[in-house]
């Protein structure tokens, strides 16, 4: 073991291993977590997988868990600003310790990996091995574990016992990984249902959730279907939305959210079936329920940062078209200003021309951001003035551009920062600097 990394060396060694390989095999997981001990043996898991959504669901149902008093860890990407946040323990990024302790586990076990003539494992495989370490040692009770890029081949799926498994909405992103259409992409997702274990899923797709159902009867695995249909808005405002959740179970029970999207309404639904499904096995209270949704906190998904600012990383045509839903519910009353970056493996020339089909903006700051995959903000505000918005002003540094936007934003209006989520990274880091407060 390498006692000499510090915390900063530890982080520099996981962020030069390569993202984008050739992954692993699932049965070289699976061994990485034997010989760690399967430290994911000593937890029940919630496995969540889906294209948007997923982390938003992850957090309201680790909010409940927590109000619940249970004990509970979360699993998730990408960070924002610092690598922590990829861990938390009952929603408290761990320790700078605590990663280092995990990270010399699993280096140790990588170093012998080599050493054999056998594989390092990817970027992704060894923050999740990391992550198993950290909440075994921790001693949760629970962990709500977010997948990476698919299911099927996720280094998650190598957790092989879950409580549930929860698919959250699908739609197209990632295609070279995962299939060109929503069925095959659906079909990746849906690798992580496992024989027996219940599948609640997001059903407002009806290829998908065919896809969904078919794989869960195979396995035997109860499904449950959420859709748009089985919510009812009652109010969204700037500060929150409060809708009912028609089923039997919850009654006539009023949930309050503190986000401004519609779409977190699908997510905290999901969130809301699955306590209902696992009542049995985690005893929830209904106060600790509506607690819980109402304190959930997400980062970078219509998070509103400062009064009057939200930020969304939002990069794939699904993503795009909520965060236009929002927007366009909220411009009836409140002038908006667009903040917008994008990375060069995205479509952003279509995400641009979806944004002004809709959208009045006073005003309008691009900027670039993602280092190597960066856009030039040039080029972006060039496809701007193309698709009819002419006022697109360009602000290469990040920071400066956030400054910008928000003098722009002005005390009566609202400031949406979309696009990536580099750029929410760069905002969070700005604010933390005292810049808008």
């Known amino acids: 073991m390498n006692f000499f990394m510090n915390y900063e060396e530890a982080v520099a060694y996981i962020e030069e291993t390569p993202k984008f390989t ?21 937890f ?5 997988t889906g294209t948007n959504g997923k982390g938003s669901t992850c957090a309201f149902l680790t909010s409940i868990l927590r109000e619940a008093g249970y004990s509970c860890g979360l699993f998730t990407s990408p960070h924002l600003v610092v690598i922590n946040e990829r861990f938390q323990i009952n929603e408290k990024n761990i320790s700078d310790e605590v990663f280092l302790d995990a990270f010399c586990k699993v280096k140790e076990l990588a170093d012998e990996l080599v050493k054999e003539g056998n594989y390092h494992p990817t970027y992704f495989e060894f923050l999740f ?19 990476g890029l698919g299911g099927r081949l996720d280094a998650t799926t190598a957790v092989e016992n879950p409580v549930a498994c929860v698919i959250t909405s699908i739609s197209f992103d ?88 519609l779409y977190q ?16 096995e985690i005893p929830v209270s209904a106060e600790a329920v509506k607690k819980g949704l109402i304190e959930t906190r997400w980062q970078g998904r219509m998070e509103t940062v400062l009064p009057g600012v939200i930020v969304d990383g939002a990069h794939n045509e699904d993503g795009v078209a909520r965060f236009v839903e929002t927007a ?9 200003t667009l903040l917008f970056s994008a990375v060069d493996d995205k479509d952003y020339t279509d995400m641009i021309r979806t ?10 700051v691009v900027t670039q951001v993602g280092g190597y995959r960066k856009v030039p903000a040039e080029q972006l505000a060039e496809i701007f003035k193309e698709n009819g918005c ?41 604010i933390l600097k005292g810049i808008g407060k």
Do not use: W
């Open 22 to 42: 050739t992954k692993n095999k699932m049965e070289h997981t699976k061994e990485c977590l034997k010989r760690l001990g399967n430290p994911q043996d000593k």
């Open 44 to 48: 029940r898991v919630i496995h969540v």
């Open 129 to 147: 091995l990391m992550g198993m370490v950290i909440f075994a040692d921790a001693g949760v009770d629970y962990v709500v574990l977010e997948t």
């Open 174 to 261: 990632h295609m070279q990984y995962l299939g060109n259409t929503i069925e095959e992409i659906a079909g990746e997702k849906a690798g992580i249902i496992v024989p027996g274990v219940p599948v609640i899923y997001d059903g407002n797709d009806q290829k998908a959730a065919k896809v969904i159902r078919e794989r869960a009867q195979e396995l035997n695995s109860p499904c449950y279907e959420v859709t748009r249909e089985d919510t009812e808005i009652i109010r969204n405002t700037c500060s929150g939305i409060d809708f009912s959740f028609k089923n039997e179970y919850y009654g006539n029970t009023v949930f309050s959210i503190p986000f401004i999207a």
């Open 265 to 280: 309404v699908m997510n905290s639904s999901l969130a809301l079936k699955t306590m209902e499904i696992l009542k049995e």
């Open 328 to 336: 366009a519910h909220f411009q009836k009353d409140y002038p908006l």
């Open 355 to 364: 944004i002004l089909d809709k959208i009045q903006f006073r005003h309008v």
């Open 390 to 430: 002419t006022s697109a002003e360009v602000c290469e540094d990040a920071e400066e551009a956030f400054r910008k936007a928000l003098s722009e934003k002005g005390h009566d209006g609202l400031l949406f920062c979309v696009g990536s989520l580099y750029l929410v990274g760069e905002i969070k880091t700005a």
